[in-house]
Nanobody, 119 residues
């Protein structure tokens, strides 16, 4: 079984920065891509950013473009999310997720980390 463990969430004032980290442990597995999702109270979970482990192709939700940067460390099966210029609307539980090679959808999920941005 693969475990994804997130860290780096917390409380920050608007305009501040946070860096989320996510590393895989447990069974050795190769990921096709890793991503960060978030879910705010009363809202659906949404994809914020995604990166392919081979090649590094990235995707960002429009509202975070220019503020968030996703990066990876293939050797550690890890993914990071640098979040700058945070706004209260970024407040949510952030989840790390990964797609195993040969699988169509995200099949590995972290437990989530709370990010709260105060105005």
């Amino acid at each position: 079984q693969v475990h994804l463990v997130e860290s780096g969430g917390g409380l920050v004032q608007a305009g501040g920065s946070l860096r989320l980290s996510c590393a895989a442990s447990g069974r050795t597995v190769t990921f096709d891509r890793m991503g960060w999702f978030r879910q705010a109270p009363g809202k659906e979970r949404e994809l914020v950013a995604r990166i392919y482990m081979s090649g590094g192709n990235t995707y960002y939700k429009d509202s975070v473009k220019g503020r968030f940067t996703i990066s990876r460390d293939n050797a550690k099966n890890a993914v990071y999310l640098q979040m700058n210029s945070l706004v209260p609307e970024d407040t949510a539980v952030y989840y790390c997720a990964a797609v195993s090679l040969g699988v169509a959808a995200y099949d590995n999920w972290g437990q989530g980390t709370q990010v709260t941005v105060s105005s």
